[in-house]
């Protein structure tokens, strides 16, 4: 048994009232949460992979900034923003490594968000987030946090680990080794298989 992290949250959930829940692997608002809400209500008629990248060109021809204003780790933080991204695990969306570097036993999240993006821009992001290398793009930028809180103008939807649940104001902590979780032990190369 190994320990993992998760995110717990607060937000305003579908139905306008205040929400607590977890997430354990990625947690996005705004594109990528729009993109989620659209993927959802397709993917029943076509497969994973074609429904998400078609809801993310749909979504691409919307693209809507938005402006955060809260705190990272204690630090005010107000960007002009499209899309904004909380990691424990590395990929979501059918493979894309969007927090090439988060890990839930790292004890911390991967932020990472994108300022001032154009179609372009967020064209260039999918050519490169498969395999991880989007974060070398100038508009990108990353950190690492225990602690999020965010407010959004206007108002944004928000996804976690897949799912759409809700909208802005928003408050993250981290929960250090909150589940033990089964893995297999990896094979020493001192002993190979008999």
């Not at 993250?172 to 008999?194: D, N, R, T, V, W």
């Amino acid at each position: 048994l190994i320990p993992v992290d998760a995110g717990l949250l607060r937000l305003q959930g579908l139905n306008g009232h205040r929400l607590t829940r977890i997430f354990l692997n990625v947690l996005g608002l705004g594109f990528d949460a729009h993109v989620v809400n659209r993927f959802q209500r397709r993917r029943r008629y076509l497969g994973g992979k074609k429904a998400y990248f078609l809801s993310g060109l749909e979504e691409l021809a919307r693209l809507k900034p938005f402006l955060l204003q809260g705190q990272l780790e204690g630090d005010f933080y107000e960007p002009d923003v499209l899309s904004f991204v909380v990691g424990l695990g590395r990929y979501f969306g059918g493979g894309m490594k969007i927090t090439p570097a988060a890990s839930p036993q790292a004890g911390r999240f991967q932020v990472v968000w994108g300022r001032h993006l154009g179609r372009l821009d967020v064209l260039a992001i999918f050519l490169r987030v498969y395999a991880g290398r989007h974060l070398a793009l100038p508009k990108l930028s990353a950190c690492y946090s225990r602690q999020v809180k965010l407010t959004a103008v206007p108002p944004t939807v928000i996804e976690a680990d897949g799912e759409v649940i809700g909208a802005t104001p928003l408050e993250i902590k981290l929960q250090q080794s909150a589940f033990l979780i089964a893995a297999a032990a990896e094979k020493s190369a001192a002993h190979p298989p008999g």
